[in-house]
């Protein structure tokens, strides 16, 4: 058993608030990703729970053991770093073996295990090599060998796939994933790319500024964000976020902003009653606008196209109507000439309100 318990953990360095009232339950053989801009203090979580960085405050468990000042060679995890930190002069086998050696294991155990673990991330024909003789895939999975042997209770990540090229990402991402399943150990990965958040992570915990702002499935943090941050982070394009009046009262809500008005339909409106004739932020993604033939006052947001972005699969608009400025999908094949005139209509059932001020949502989650 291998749960991790963060419960108000803080780390200051100096005056730097790095992590801040960090509380957190992962179970046994969860994969949890932290994500978040740069700087918000992910790195520095995984590291305390590592043992390489001292926790300020607060109290950190593995099963139900409290680890605060347990050194991190006794903590039973593995850690795969971004840059791999192999030892250069050695062998693949042996910088697999390094650990298990440290620990006085068998010759036979220590053979074993790494062929074992050769043999899951298929590099049994490189273990003769030394580093400088593979390639950043081949590195990176010997990494991952290495923490493998290890039989940890948790494994942790630190954006394991940052050195990799686009493609390669994509394919060890999808062999990391079936590698815990079989694997069966709980993970803590870090990265600050929100697509590899979404595709590996059982649950996500989206950070910014020392703060956890949410943590959910993907598509909980996807469908339901809890304040604007999360809804601009996840999602790619991102959400569309603008400035807007509301304005009437009960049934009758309506949403000015840039050049359009819209009606909200009733079951939208009853959650403004508290919000008329004041400024919120609507959140809505670009798969989330129809279009119309024609515009149609209180339902439609007439919209001038600026850029056309077809990608293959998909085809984005970038439009602006008055001062809003808005990405809409429009199909695979669609065309759409820059400077012609669309109309675009919001899917209202997936539209967000954020508070302007404490930029929460207010759909009641
Ligand atoms: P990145 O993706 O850039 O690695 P991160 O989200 O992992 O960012 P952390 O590395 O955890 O962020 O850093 C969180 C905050 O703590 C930042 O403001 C950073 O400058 C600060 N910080 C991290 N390590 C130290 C340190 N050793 N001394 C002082 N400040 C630090």
Known sequence: MAEVRLEKVCKL??????????????????FVVLVGPSGCGKTTTLRMIAGLESITSGDVYIGDRLINKLPAKDRNIAMVFQNYALYPHMTVFDNMAFSLEMRKRSKEEIKERVQEAAEILGIQGLLLRRPKQLSGG?????????????????FLFDEPLSNLDAKLRV???????KLHE?????????????????????????MHNGFIQQVGSPLELYDRPANQFVAGFIGSPAMNL????????????S???????????????????????QKVIVGIRPEDFKRAAEHSPGQTIPATVEVVEPIGNETYVNVTSGDVMLTAAVGR????EP?????????????HLFDIRSQKSILGY
Not at 143 to 154: C, D, F, M, N, T
Not at 187 to 202: L, N, R
């Open 13 to 30: 360095f100096d005056e730097v608030v790095a992590v801040d009232d960090f509380n957190l339950s992962i179970q046994d053989k969860e």
């Open 138 to 154: 081949q590195r990176q999975r010997v990494a991952l060998g290495r923490a493998i042997v290890r039989k940890p209770g948790v």
């Open 171 to 177: 394919q060890t991402r999808l062999e990391l994933k």
């Open 182 to 206: 079989r694997l069966a150990t709980t993970a803590v990965y870090v990265t600050h790319d929100q697509i590899e958040a979404m595709t590996m992570g059982d649950r996500i915990v989206v």
């Open 242 to 253: 603008f400035e807007a009046e509301l304005s009437g009262a009960g049934d009758g809500v």
């Open 255 to 277: 949403l000015q902003a840039g050049d359009f008005t819209l009606e909200l339909p009733p079951d939208k409106a009853m959650y403004f009653r508290d919000y008329t004739e």
């Open 333 to 336: 094949r669609t065309k759409i």
């Open 339 to 351: 400077h012609s005139t669309i109309n675009l209509i919001p899917i209202f059932e997936n539209m």
